[in-house]
């Protein structure tokens, strides 16, 4: 079984910081790209940015200069700095990973969630 727990939520006023972290575990067998999203309240889950396993990065344009991701492949994690936070960002980050995993004895791929993380800004 595979799991993503993500950590480092909180409130925080804006133009301030939050460093947002998620960690994969169980049995895995290689992880693929890594990402967060956000849902507001009342709209659609949305991206925030991607790495991949090769660490090239991909931001959406509302994060891009505020937001950092980065990844240590060695033990599975993601993190995303955010800086000069806005009270838009407040959402629930999500962590996602495009996992190799055993389920079953049987070596597959499978797209994985974390439980989420509120972020809250205030202005």
């Known amino acids: 079984q595979v799991q993503l727990v993500e950590s480092g939520g909180g409130l925080v006023q804006a133009g301030g910081s939050l460093r947002l972290s998620c960690a994969a575990s169980g049995s895995i067998f290689s992880v693929n790209a890594m990402g967060w999203y956000r849902q507001a309240p009342g709209k659609q889950r949305e991206l925030v940015a991607t790495?991949?396993?090769?660490?090239?990065?991909n931001y959406a344009d509302s994060g891009k200069g505020r937001f950092t991701i980065s990844r240590d492949n060695a033990k599975n994690t993601v993190s995303l700095q955010m800086n000069m936070l806005k009270p838009e960002d407040t959402a629930v980050y999500y962590c996602?990973?495009?996992?190799?995993?055993?389920?079953?004895?049987?070596?597959?791929?499978?797209?994985?969630w974390g439980q989420g993380t509120q972020v809250t800004v205030s202005s």
């Open positions: 996602n990973a495009d996992i190799y995993g055993y389920i079953g004895g049987i070596l597959r791929r499978s797209d994985y």
């Open positions: 790495i991949t396993s090769s660490g090239s990065t």
